[in-house]
Nanobody, 117 residues
Framework: QVQLVESGGGLVQAGGSLRLSCAASGRTFSRYVMGWYRQAPGKEREFVAAMSSSDASTSYADSVKGRFTISRDTAKNTVYLQMNSLKPEDTAIYYC??????????WGQGTQVTVSS
């Protein structure tokens, strides 16, 4: 099994920045996608950003393009989400996800991000 632990959430004013971290431990996979998702109160969980393990290619939701950046530190088995120019609508619980090409999926417990106006 893979354990994912998110950290770095908090309260920030609109226009501010936060960096989320997701530390992975346990089982290893050769090919997988690490992703960030978020869920606001009363809304469905939605995709935010992802990075492929094979070539570090990235993808982003349109709502965060140009403001958020996903990156990784393979030595630390950690994925980051740098969030700049935060908006109140970015307020949500942010979850880290690992999905292997074999179909295995693991979620972290989530970290709260609150952006005040």
């Amino acid at each position: 099994q893979v354990q994912l632990v998110e950290s770095g959430g908090g309260l920030v004013q609109a226009g501010g920045s936060l960096r989320l971290s997701c530390a992975a431990s346990g089982r290893t996979f050769s090919r997988y996608v690490m992703g960030w998702y978020r869920q606001a109160p009363g809304k469905e969980r939605e995709f935010v950003a992802a990075m492929s393990s094979s070539d570090a290619s990235t993808s982003y939701a349109d709502s965060v393009k140009g403001r958020f950046t996903i990156s990784r530190d393979t030595a630390k088995n950690t994925v980051y989400l740098q969030m700049n120019s935060l908006k109140p609508e970015d307020t949500a619980i942010y979850y880290c996800n690992l999905r292997s090409v074999t179909g295995y999926s693991s979620w972290g417990q989530g970290t709260q991000v609150t952006v005040s106006s």
